[in-house]
């Protein structure tokens, strides 16, 4: 049996981002691990002072391009909340299935490309053939599908053009909706396989932790209250107030503890508080396995994801099927001075962005990002993995480990990119 | 790196009998750096990623930059752009995790062949230039 051993992983590979692991394990003990984000900051806690409000979506949506519909749909909030902008139905409808779309695709690129091959014993989605080659085009046709859905309500899927503070500066064209409910329903039945195939993967990995999430009346991921699995239930302005962050020396992201504890973000934490509020066909195709949930398996994260690309072709199909566009401008703000926030759910978890804006420029802002929450969990959970796999040879423990480390979803380009700054 | 995959949405069958795809942390554990076109995105922000982008200009014959910040460092940039309030807090973080004292384009310490301007990237523009290099062989 192997008394001591060090593990490095350099550049974990198939997660949005570039991360290193380290664990050092002396006379048969975890002693040391550590979960090293490596991308570069580009310091937007800096970048955003100063800047017109009505500029900076457009600018943190840079943050990243996987999440960046997040980012700009949160900041949005934030920045109208500040500045006493309600937005209309339509705005809000708009965002709804912007949001729904980036879900879609975000899912699908991490449960395909990132997770199934370790289920299915390959290095990429690319190598697979023969009876699963059949996956490699169904992902792809999800993905297509949400993007299709993103571009026609926001422009674009990524970077999105069309939201403003206040509303949408170009309108979506009703006449192409059609094509957009046909690529949902074709990818539906992908989506559905999926979780199926999730749902039969009995892997496990279980400590004890609340999940956080916020709590949307129609599963929307826009509004709420950010409430956990042991009793915590906020108004999302006030979120930050219970959170503290933790500077981690060796990594370029920070961590945050709720209330003095870990926690986690994500899919597995919003089926564990919401999954009653489901679409109705999704909760009739996929009951028997939303009896997984509640559950405190990391691994469930991967079905929870899958269920939710049903969830949002659902609500979403359902939303277009009706759907009229009125002709409007966006709202102007009527306050150029004030303090907002406000918490979405991003395909990775909870986001949160809050600014204080004087004259129509930013004083300060802050941004939590769901990774940053999931990071403590993550390290904890990968040193209790670790302790289990004791006297196993080393490449069963670094395979083990990336595995738990992508069911998590993390994304290290959002990570890094925001220093702990005071809140004046 | 995402436009990149919804280029393949469509092309994936196609691309895969055309290309051999060697280097893509994303999508595989095991690369292999040797290959005839790298696609580089992002700008070179620490002293690390100046001796990574010269590895991977050796390591092939044809070298493209993807997107905004590869070719022009921005919107990655920020910080070139800060006042001394700014510079001065984020001075400890550029120390120990030895980054450069700006933020630069790849060309800035390499020979970029090609480009593919936009953020994100053009996706009309880079399957247009794949397209060429399956047509011309590189």
Redesign the interface.
């Known amino acids: 049996m192997h008394k001591d051993m060090d593990i490095k992983i350099g550049?974990l590979?198939?997660i949005?981002g570039?991360a290193n692991l380290d664990i050092k394990i002396r006379k048969g003990k975890v002693e040391d691990v550590k979960l090293r984000v490596m991308e570069?900051?580009?310091?937007?806690t800096?970048?955003v002072?100063g800047k017109p409000a009505t500029a900076v979506p457009a600018?943190v949506s840079?943050i990243c391009?996987?999440c960046s519909i997040s980012h700009l749909t949160c900041a949005t909030e934030a920045i109208e909340k500040a500045l006493g902008v309600e937005p209309s139905e339509q705005t809000m409808l708009l965002r709804k299935l912007a949001m729904y779309g980036t879900i879609i695709r975000d899912h699908a690129?991490h449960l395909y490309?990132f997770c199934l091959?370790d289920m299915f014993g390959a290095?990429?989605?690319?190598?697979f053939a023969g009876k699963n080659k059949h996956m490699?085009?169904e992902c792809?046709?999800i993905?297509?599908a949400g993007?299709a859905l993103s571009t026609w309500a926001a422009g674009?899927?990524?970077?999105p053009a069309f939201s403003r503070i206040g509303g949408w500066s170009v309108l979506p064209k009703p006449e192409n909706v059609r094509g957009v409910i046909e690529k949902l329903g074709h990818s539906r039945e992908h989506a559905l396989e999926l979780a199926r195939t999730f749902h039969e993967c009995d892997w496990n990995f279980e400590r004890d932790s609340q999940f956080i999430a916020l709590v949307t009346p129609d599963f929307s991921f826009l509004e709420g209250e950010v409430c956990g699995t042991k009793g915590f239930c906020v108004p999302e302005g006030d979120y930050y107030d219970h959170l503290h962050s933790v500077i981690i020396p060796y990594s370029?992201a920070t961590a945050y503890e709720l209330e003095g504890k870990e926690y986690m973000v994500g899919a597995l934490a919003r089926f564990n508080l919401n999954k009653d509020a489901l679409h109705l066909d999704t909760i009739r195709d996929c009951g028997k396995m939303l009896k997984t949930f509640p559950t405190g398996n990391v691994f469930s994260n991967n079905l929870a994801q899958a269920i939710e690309i049903v969830h949002c072709i659902d609500h979403a199909t359902e939303l277009l099927e009706s759907i009229t566009i009125k002709q409007e401008k966006p709202k102007e703000p009527e306050l150029k001075t004030g303090r907002g926030a406000g918490a979405i759910e991003a395909p990775r978890g909870t986001l949160w962005y809050g600014f204080d804006i004087a004259n129509g420029a930013i004083k300060d802002g802050h941004i939590v990002i769901p990774t940053a929450q999931n990071q403590i969990k993550m390290e904890n959970d990968i040193r209790a993995l670790v302790t289990e796999l004791i006297g196993k040879p080393k490449e069963t423990i670094v395979s083990e480990c990336?595995k738990l480390i992508r069911a998590f979803d993390p994304c290290m380009s959002c990570a890094s990119h925001f220093?702990k700054v005071r809140w004046l | 790196?995402?436009?990149f995959?919804?280029s393949?949405?469509?092309r994936?069958?196609a691309w895969?009998k055309a290309i051999d795809?060697k280097y893509s942390?994303?999508?595989?554990?095991?690369?292999d750096m040797k290959v005839d076109v790298s696609f580089v995105e992002g700008a070179i922000?620490?002293k690390d990623?100046v001796e990574r982008i010269k590895q991977v200009r050796k390591a092939c014959k044809v070298l493209v930059a993807i997107g905004a910040c590869a070719i022009d460092a921005s919107?990655?940039a920020?910080?070139n752009f800060?006042a001394s309030k700014?510079l001065n807090?984020?001075k400890p973080?550029l120390k120990k995790?030895g980054?450069l004292d700006k933020v630069y384009p790849l060309s800035k310490f390499i020979k970029v062949d090609r480009q593919v301007p936009g953020?994100?990237m053009d996706e009309g523009k880079f399957v247009g230039l794949v397209e060429q290099f399956i047509k011309d062989g590189v």
Do not use: W
């Open positions: 550049t590979s198939k949005e570039h570069n900051k580009r310091f937007y800096q970048t002072r600018l840079r391009g996987t690129v490309l091959p290095d990429s989605l690319l190598d490699i085009g792809f046709e993905k297509a993007n674009r899927a990524i970077h370029q990336e220093l | 790196m995402m436009v995959l919804e393949l949405n469509s994936l069958p895969q795809f942390k994303l999508l595989r554990k095991k690369n922000s620490t990623e919107p990655s920020h910080r800060f700014e807090e984020i973080i995790f980054y953020c994100p």
